[in-house]
T-cell receptor, first 112, second 110 residues
Framework: DTEVTQTPKHLVMGMTNKKSLKCEQHMGHRAMYWYKQKAKKPPELMFVYSYEKLSINESVPSRFSPECPNSSLLNLHLHALQPEDSALYLCASSRTGSNTQYFGPGTRLTVL | KQEVTQIPAALSVPEGENLVLNCSFTDSAIYNLQWFRQDPGKGLTSLLLIQSSQREQTSGRLNASLDKSSGRSTLYIAASQPGDSATYLC?????????FGPGTRLSVLP
């Protein structure tokens, strides 16, 4: 099974709200990733967790806060977002950092 | 700066044609390169992964090649079908830093 699941599929939030995105995989992968993708643009890497430790943070604003509670689960906590943060947020996982990445279907986020 | 480009930006072909998509990268110190397809509004589906030590990978009608020294990879699609219509992205792995190209939008006409 090469499935990465993401919830919710769609999220609409105001600029003062706090929400979380969830990503889960049960493939035994030890690297997990968050990407942001704007319309008609390629995905941009935000965070990388390797063995549940944050290993890469691509200078993402602090209003995005990642969390990796265990090897199967990855969260992205959102607070005080801006309308320009509206995008498709993609989660991916791989066995290690040098293996094939498998992507989830994404969460479509709209910030009003 | 690690940059990845793809040409053409868009391609429209009749069903049955063989076609080639191109990916170029500026920094040749790569771990591997991965090709994906993305349908509108969806996540990415992995097609092929080529490690830096490999020259070629094949899966069904797809063949990907890698020339690390010249900073190029190509994705060859044989006997294209309307179901192949999607955006094709290459992603270069620089050691947990993944840089995507802008993609090639492919339309295969019945």
């Amino acid at each position: 099974d090469t499935e990465v699941t993401q919830t919710p599929k769609h999220l609409v939030m105001g600029m003062t709200n706090k929400k979380s995105l969830k990503c889960e995989q049960h493939m035994g992968h030890r690297a997990m990733y968050w990407y942001k993708q704007k319309a008609k643009k390629p995905p941009e890497l935000m965070f990388v967790y390797s063995y549940e430790k944050l290993s890469i943070n691509e200078s993402v604003p602090s209003r995005f806060s990642p969390e990796c509670p265990n090897s199967s689960l990855l969260n992205l906590h959102l607070h005080a977002l801006q309308p320009e943060d509206s995008a498709l947020y993609l989660c991916a996982s791989s066995r290690t950092g040098s293996n094939t990445q498998y992507f989830g279907p994404g969460t479509r986020l709209t910030v009003l | 700066k690690q940059e990845v480009t793809q040409i053409p930006a868009a391609l429209s072909v009749p069903e049955g044609e063989n076609l080639v998509l191109n990916c170029s990268f500026t920094d040749s110190a790569i771990y591997n390169l991965q090709w994906f397809r993305q349908d509108p509004g969806k996540g990415l589906t992995s097609l092929l992964l080529i490690q830096s030590s490999q020259r070629e990978q094949t899966s069904g009608r797809l063949n990907a090649s890698l020339d690390k020294s010249s900073g190029r990879s190509t994705l060859y699609i044989a006997a294209s079908q309307p179901g192949d219509s999607a955006t094709y992205l290459c992603a270069v792995n620089y050691g947990q830093n993944f840089v995507f190209g802008p993609g090639t939008r492919l339309s295969v006409l019945p």
